[in-house]
């Protein structure tokens, strides 16, 4: 099954067993790039699916009212880079809601977004907002690598209490992978790991999990063990696992595509330099995209991009 | 309506709008071969509004456009060759491909920016006009943007402002939503909006507005030619809302090539329109629409245009050429102009 598949199987399921998943915006099938038949869920709910216009802000603040209401909307926004219109919404009156009400309120929606380089998005259509909104209190981020994650995170997603960022890397819509039936949960905060290995710890979310995986494998063929670590969640954050992890291979480079000052790779390495400094026995590298706006030519574009091949050097870069 | 400056003008004015289709069919072309990937939008079906309205602006003038600025590019004087360059990702392109189709703009045409998120220049012709107000210079800019822009708060936001702060800058919504399949339809609407009309909202702003047919050359060159008068005379906004009915290549999301390669003696010669898109052809396109008027007006003759749209082909398949020979960008100024200065 694909990636978008095993997604929008989680948001069917959860539309048909619970009539408050109630306000699934009706550019959810744009959500593969693949036309895949929503017919049939818009005819069975046709009043919780209602067509989105242009209009970030607004969708995002009637769907955080909507949530303290009692709805659990799933907002698709499309291209990640369009959630900045609804930035202060998103921040400040979905992620503010609880803690503002003294713990009464919840405003349970999900965000979906497909970030990242996907070839030609230019500077407004590639942005990876991850790094941004981790530095925002009162939201949950999740970003999935396999489709058995996207379907288990995405149920979490929409069952949390919390507002939720749910971020799909444009280029893993197609990726293929084994998906269990039914209703499956993968709970926040927990990592996995992705590939076993004894010699360096190689930390990444979403695409930058098979980046790490197609780096590891070419590794092993030199005899370099890299243990992969799949975050699937940001917040909350399963601290325990890098450092189980790094216990055992005393090396750390984290794959992140947002640009290094403040990003995800940034955090990781201060928490186990904060946590872990004795288990270390090089200092943690950070692989990250280039510090600059994507370009759209294909040339610049990679370029920029944390890849295999620049993870794979990290991680020779700490063996010798 | 009797156009601006006469058929001379118009005729002028004719060859902008076929150098934009014939540029837009060869962006067509290129993708379609595999030169480059991604989204992309055609200005194909109004041409007449970004050439009518940019006819009337002088080189101290600034227009913004959005993700489908293909035509105000060319309009306003940009070079085919570095446009298809900088579409293909080329170190040629206007912007060393760093833009792409989504971005194209060029400063030394007064084009310094092009915003492909919905909205995002709206505010920036506002402010460029400002400038020019504080500054004294004289210009006065033109904001271009789709029905779609109107969904978006930046742009009401900006409306408000601009004539509470007495801006002279042209708003120019070009409305493609009439004929237009709904997204329920497998279309790609690109607004909600009650009567599908944007203008009642500058109108209850006290903007002066107008709306036109965005696809009658004649009638836009003149309202254009007013209304800039009027920008630059009382010194405010005025906003104009151009309809033009939805070119059947744009019903879904990528374009198509629905109408085929534009064939000009449709013109003139209707035996060549078939029953396929025939409304298209015989009352929609702008295209034929002012050749059949420059025919009527006796601004020129058939072969007069055929010889017209030989030259623009031929300088449209050079600036093809010419864009496939530019080599590609170096890797190792990946991070150049992210700040202006010194590298840091
Ligand atoms: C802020 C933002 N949201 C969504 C999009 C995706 N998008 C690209 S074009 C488009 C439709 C725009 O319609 P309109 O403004 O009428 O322009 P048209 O394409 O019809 O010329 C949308 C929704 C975007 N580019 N920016
Ligand atoms: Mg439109």
Known sequence: MTYSEALLGAIVEAMDEDERVALVWGSLGGVSGIKLDFGSLRDRHADRIVDPPISEAGIVGIATGAAMAGLRPIVPIGTGSFLFRAWDQLIHEAGGAHYMSNGRVTAPLVIHIRHGMRGGGGVQHSQSPQAMLWNAPGIEIAMPSTPADAKGLMRTAIFSDNPTVFLDHQMLLRREGPVPDGKHAVPFGKAAVARPGRDVTVVAASLQVVAALAAAATLAADGIEAEVIDLRSLVPLDQEAILNSVGRTGRLVVADECAPRCSIASEIAATVAEKGFDLLKKAPVRVNRLPSHVASSPVLEDALRPDAGRIAAAVRGLMD | ?344
């Open chain 2, 1 to 344: 309506m009797a156009g601006a400056g006469g058929p001379a003008r118009l005729l002028e004015l004719f060859g902008t709008m076929l150098a934009t289709r014939r540029f837009e069919e060869v962006v067509y072309a290129l993708f379609a071969e595999g030169h480059f990937s991604g989204h992309y939008h055609l200005y194909i079906g109004q041409e007449a509004t970004g050439a009518a309205v940019i006819g009337h602006l002088s080189g101290r003038d600034t227009i913004f456009s959005t993700h489908r600025n293909h035509g105000h590019l060319l309009a306003r004087g940009g070079d085919p060759a570095a446009a298809l360059a900088e579409i293909l990702g080329r170190a040629g392109g206007i912007g060393g491909g760093r833009l792409g189709t989504f971005h194209l703009a060029d400063p030394a045409i007064g084009m310094p920016h092009t915003s492909a998120l919905v909205g995002g220049a709206v505010p920036l012709a506002a402010g460029s006009a400002f400038g020019a107000k504080l500054l004294k210079t004289g210009g006065v800019s033109v904001g271009f943007f789709g029905d779609g822009a109107f969904e978006e708060g930046v742009v009401f936001e900006t409306l408000n402002l601009a004539q509470l702060w007495r801006i002279p800058v042209l708003f120019v919504c070009e409305n493609n939503t009439p004929g237009a399949l709904t997204r329920a339809e497998g279309g790609s609407n690109t607004s909600y909006l009650p009567g599908g009309r944007v203008s009642p909202v500058p109108e209850a702003l006290g903007i002066p507005t107008h709306v036109v047919d965005g696809a009658d050359l004649e009638a836009v060159d003149a309202l254009a030619a007013d209304a800039l008068a009027r920008v630059r005379r009382d010194g405010g906004p005025v906003f104009v809302e151009a309809l033009t009915i939805r070119w059947p290549g744009n019903q879904s999301q990528y374009p198509t090539m629905a109408t085929g390669e534009t064939d000009l003696a449709m013109a003139w010669d209707a035996g060549r329109i078939g029953n396929e898109h025939r409304g298209w052809f015989a009352a929609d396109d702008p295209v034929l629409r002012a050749a059949r008027r420059l025919l009527e007006l006796g601004a020129a003759d058939a072969a007069a245009l055929q010889a017209m749209d030989a030259q623009v082909r031929a300088r449209m398949a050079a600036a093809r050429e010419t864009a496939l020979a530019s080599p590609l960008p170096d890797p190792a100024t990946a991070l150049d102009h992210v700040l202006a200065g010194a590298a840091r």
